[in-house]
């Protein structure tokens, strides 16, 4: 990460949050507006970050990754349903429904990276073709079995959604949280306390351990792998569906954490601006988490808009139309990617199949 | 003069392309500290060949024997085993990793130094185990009463003991081993010599002191008979499956630099591969092949890409390497450097059909004067 993206990071962040201060200074303190900002800004960059996470793993391995959003779409599908058919017939507190809604989410997109590493690697298919049917597989399966569980009439749920169990829980990070004002920051659910665990835990395993090292020579020159009694294919499967499941996991954080009902299209293109996240992020795990929180700052500015849309200035009232600020992430996506601030280098073997 | 030892043989290879046979039936053999060179023009299955014996192919017909030993080749893994190293013409060397790491790839050694990372590991299961008996406690504690909880939790205790005892003997660096008494154990240290019990308990304690590192495994050890196969067993679970997992540059690098000192290849093992001049970059290739022990050594085409004053640091290189006992296999397009360097060479030859057979000439015909 070197310091002109940095401070390009951090003066986006600024402008974002400054844009929310200027709006709703009147009603509350500039802390307390930038702490609640800084707070959502973490939480709605889980997705995002463990899309990018996702990415990491794959392209490291050499394998192109723009599946991402249908792995996400399925594993929130998914998730969500297990977590409601547990609870349903089962009965039981909220808590255990939702974990098991995670687990299923999580295997569930392995399960779709599977089939992703099936086309790419095996018969080494185009890898952007290869995503792009996941995509389009995922919206596939997720609208058809939504609709016919849960809308068509004889239907096993007789065309209502039953009651849901909820969201997951808060972990309020012992003592930090007790700090009066910036104490909200570590109050976060377990989704985005897992996805900053799993940047650290990422980074380590990527740049410390053995399996890091062979799996970015897979990446970068899987030849020269080969000829060192590195199995490339397997190398790259098991960085694929482990991708996949941290997808998975992204993907749980719209149903069983962020709201307790599914949608058709939910994640909305969260896959794809991980992926720009993780480009801007050079393919770093610390790159991409902060090219995410850019992302997921934009999104907390058209949260805060619109609890303060009362108090926008006549002079801000473009604002109001909540399109605009909408579109900030997807433009900051096209801005990143053409590279004015700075070029960043893909592993050399991103894509390509490993023809022995 | 006695009859020169012959490191690798190959009988009889015979390899089929679709719509090429690149190798039939072809003999070669390589003597101990020999360079030999390998001739044909493009086409004439040297390459093919040699693939073969890095196990990049595999032959159709043949035998490999490699100290008089037949072996079975499958991979390139079977043949860096049996100290065969290759380095290729377009350099297996990742352009964006250190000397280091692009020679411990693959072979990345045990992890058992990394010292750091072992403590760590083991303080972690420790910690995970403590947590663990911390919460069998207090459930022992609110579910039982009285006399009961005094029946589960002294037998508890105890083994909490001698669990803490056994961690604190084993997990020093000088270790300690075990004999086996009527009554127990009576403490050696590393030499077999018995330690008295008051000598033994400060060691405990310093040891206890010191952290408790494997103790998740020593409550095994103390009540399983074969301790050292079981001691052993944990070392290799915890320090070498995950633990070992964990890179040790350090040592790599060591190594590196004394390899490179002892056979004069003057290597930096932190600078980046791409950042490095193509010769240096083929001393890389060198060392990694050396790193894995390999006495055999093939190099192919490998004066192409070098300048001449590279190349002739590269004949110095070879003549060290065959001092010390490698046996190189050249394999080339130039007579001269042939002439300059080879003690036997072989002619590989296309035939119109395109079969392709072996000429071996002979003898110190060509030998070099050695320092």
């Known amino acids: 990460m070197d310091w002109k993206r940095f401070g390009f990071i951090a003066l986006i962040i600024a402008i974002l949050f400054g844009t929310v201060v200027l709006v709703g200074h009147t009603a509350s303190s500039p802390l307390v507006i930038i702490t609640s900002m800084l707070a959502t800004t973490i939480a709605v960059a889980t997705p995002l970050t463990l899309g990018a996470l996702s ?78 049917v996941i995509n389009i597989l995922a919206v596939g399966i997720t609208g058809f079995m939504n609709r016919q569980l849960f809308f068509e009439k004889n239907s096993i749920f007789g065309g209502s959604v039953p009651h849901a169990p909820g969201v997951l829980p808060r972990f309020s990070f012992p003592f930090l949280s007790d700090i009066p004002v910036f104490g909200r920051i570590f109050d976060q659910q377990l989704i985005t306390w897992a996805a900053i665990i799993l940047v650290i835990v990422v980074h380590f395993v990527l740049f410390k351990t053995r399996w890091g090292l062979r799996t970015r020579a897979v990446g970068e020159h899987p030849r020269a792998a080969d000829t060192v009694g590195i199995n490339v294919e397997r190398t790259r499967y098991i960085n694929v569906i482990i991708g996949g499941m941290l997808a998975g996991l992204g993907g749980a954080y719209f149903t069983i954490e962020s709201v307790p009902s599914f949608e058709p299209l939910m994640t909305n293109g969260r896959g794809f601006i991980a992926l720009a996240a993780m480009i801007f992020g050079n393919w770093t795990p610390f790159g991409a988490w902060s090219a995410a929180l850019v992302f997921g700052a934009a999104q907390a500015l058209q949260i805060k808009l619109q609890y303060f849309r009362d108090l926008i200035p006549p002079q801000l009232a473009f604002l109001q139309i909540s399109y605009v600020v909408g579109l900030a992430p997807y433009i900051l996506t096209m801005l990143i990617l053409t590279g004015i601030i700075g070029k960043t280098v893909p592993p050399v073997a991103d894509g390509q199949p490993y023809e022995k | 003069m006695s009859e020169p030892s012959i490191v690798l043989e190959a009988k009889g290879i015979t390899k089929q392309f679709p719509g090429v ?65 290759m380095v290729h013409q377009h350099f297996m060397l990742i352009p964006v990793f250190t000397v280091a790491e692009n020679i411990m790839l693959g072979d990345e050694g ?12 083991a303080l972690f299961i420790d910690a995970l185990l403590l947590t663990t008996a911390f919460f069998l406690l207090e459930f022992l504690l609110n579910h039982l009463g009285g006399a009961l909880l005094s029946l589960v939790l002294l037998p508890f205790l105890g083994i909490i003991l001698a669990w803490l005892y056994f961690a604190g003997l084993e997990s020093s660096t000088k270790q300690a081993t075990f004999g086996k008494q009527a009554f127990g154990l009576i403490v050696t240290n590393e030499n077999g010599e018995r330690l008295s ?42 320090v070498v499956d995950v633990g070992g997992g964990i890179l040790d540059r350090k040592t790599v690098e060591n190594r590196v630099r004394e390899l490179s000192k002892q056979y004069r290849l003057d290597v930096d093992p932190t600078a980046l591969v791409g950042q490095l001049p193509v010769g240096v970059q083929q001393r890389v290739e060198i060392i990694k092949t050396l790193y894995r022990n390999a006495n055999i050594l093939i190099l192919d085409e490998p004066t192409a890409v070098l300048t001449p004053q590279e190349a002739d640091d590269l004949f110095g290189i070879i003549r060290e390497l065959t001092q010390r006992g490698v046996s190189v296999i050249f394999i080339t397009h130039k007579l001269k450097e042939v002439l300059a360097i080879a003690d036997r060479i072989t002619v590989m030859r296309a035939h119109h059909d395109g079969r392709s057979r072996s000429h071996s000439q002979g003898g110190k015909k060509h030998r070099q004067t050695r320092r």
Not at chain 1, 112 to 120: R, T
Not at chain 2, 37 to 47: D, P, R, V
Request: aromatic content about 10%; some cysteine; hydrophobic content about 50%.
């Open chain 2, 21 to 85: 046979l690149a190798n039939d039936t072809v003999d070669f053999d390589l003597h101990l500290g020999e360079v030999h060179a390998l001739l044909g023009e493009n086409g004439a299955g040297k390459t093919t060949l040699m693939n073969i014996l890095y196990g990049l192919y595999k032959q159709d017909a043949g035998e490999i024997k490699v100290n008089k030993q037949p072996i079975a080749i499958h991979s390139s893994k079977d043949s860096i085993g049996a100290g065969i190293g």
């Open chain 1, 55 to 132: 990415g990491i793993f794959c392209e490291r391995a050499g394998v192109v990754n723009i599946g991402i959003e249908g792995m996400m779409l399925t594993a929130a599908f998914f998730g969500w349903l297990a977590a409601i058919y547990m609870s349903a017939i089962l009965n039981i507190s909220p808590l255990p429904c939702l974990f098991t809604g995670v687990a299923v989410g999580m295997l569930s997109g392995g399960l779709m990276a599977l089939l992703h590493a099936v086309l790419s690697i095996t018969f080494k298919v185009d890898q952007i073709i290869g995503g792009t």
């Open chain 2, 197 to 238: 019990y008051k000598v033994a308990t400060l060691r405990f304690l310093a040891k206890i002191l010191s952290g408790l590192p494997f103790a998740a495994g020593y409550v095994m050890v103390a009540f399983t008979a074969n301790k050292q196969a079981l001691h052993d067993k944990l070392v290799h679970t915890l």
């Open chain 2, 110 to 121: 045990t992890g058992i130094n990394a010292g750091f990372w072992r403590r760590f590991c």
